[in-house]
């Protein structure tokens, strides 16, 4: 059996060391497809060399079962036509563990002109995948601390500066934000802002002037309507 080398692998969130993949070959004979695996794709596979012997039944036997069917069907049409393929599934390696991959690869003509080979490589994107969902969860838990933060802050301004309670501050702030339908971040980080920039202690004296007419026209409203 040829010896496949593994690739070069690098993933924007692990790194060069992390992501694992591996290269294969498939030569279509009159005697049935035989297979080359590169030491990548017995890992994906939750093997090591010479464990087991890369068959089409064990291939798909690792498919995912809701993914199975339609691999099998990309994987005989290029087969009998010829051309490119690219599959985003998943497999069940021998560890009961699911991996999401990526398979992409080609075929390869002989001198009759019909597929004698295919050969692509498999590349692992469970763990890019969860780093990069753990990053974005990360990123916004921060976003709406941050968030938080801004709002409690504008609102504690606006409870020293016109002496009021913290819930009038806050319905305040989300008058002002429904009468200019900006958001209420929006308009509690210009006040913040503001507060902290010495030289425009007058437009902080408007700012909150103009909330504080924004908030009584807003109330006024609701009792009318009530």
């Known amino acids: 059996?040829?010896?496949?080398?593994?690739?070069?692998?690098?993933s924007s969130a692990l790194g060069d060391s992390e992501s694992d993949a591996g290269i294969f070959r498939v030569d279509l004979g009159p005697d049935g497809p035989t297979f080359h695996w590169s030491e990548g794709m017995y890992r994906l596979h939750g093997y090591q060399r010479g464990e087991v012997v890369p068959t089409l039944e064990l291939i798909f036997a690792h498919k995912h079962p809701d993914d199975r069917e339609r691999c099998e069907e990309i994987v005989a049409q290029v087969s009998s036509t010829g051309g490119f393929f690219c599959m985003y599934h998943?497999?069940?390696?021998?560890?009961?563990r699911t991996r999401r991959?990526?398979?992409?690869?080609?075929?390869?003509?002989?001198?009759?002109?019909s597929v004698a080979a295919l050969e692509g490589v498999t590349?692992?994107?469970?763990?890019?995948?969860q780093r990069e969902t753990e990053e974005t969860a990360r990123d916004a838990v921060a976003g709406a601390t941050a968030t938080r933060t801004v709002i409690d802050q504008?609102?504690?301004?606006?409870?020293?500066?016109?002496k009021l309670g913290s819930d009038d501050a806050f319905q305040m702030?989300?008058?002002?934000?429904?009468?200019?339908?900006?958001?209420l971040v929006v308009v509690a980080a210009e006040l913040v802002q503001l507060a902290n920039?010495?030289?425009?202690?007058?437009?902080?004296d408007r700012a909150v002037r103009a909330i504080q007419v924004h908030g009584r026209t807003e109330h006024a409203g609701d009792r009318r309507a009530g």
């Open 101 to 113: 991959v990526l398979t992409s690869g080609e075929s390869v003509l002989g001198a009759d002109g």
């Open 90 to 96: 998943r497999i069940v390696d021998a560890r009961g």
């Open 154 to 162: 504008a609102r504690g301004i606006l409870m020293g500066q016109l």
């Open 173 to 183: 702030l989300v008058s002002t934000s429904s009468h200019r339908n900006v958001k």
């Open 197 to 204: 920039s010495p030289e425009a202690r007058n437009y902080l």
């Open 123 to 129: 590349v692992d994107l469970s763990r890019t995948l």
């Open 1 to 10: 059996m040829t010896e496949l080398s593994d690739l070069y692998v690098y």
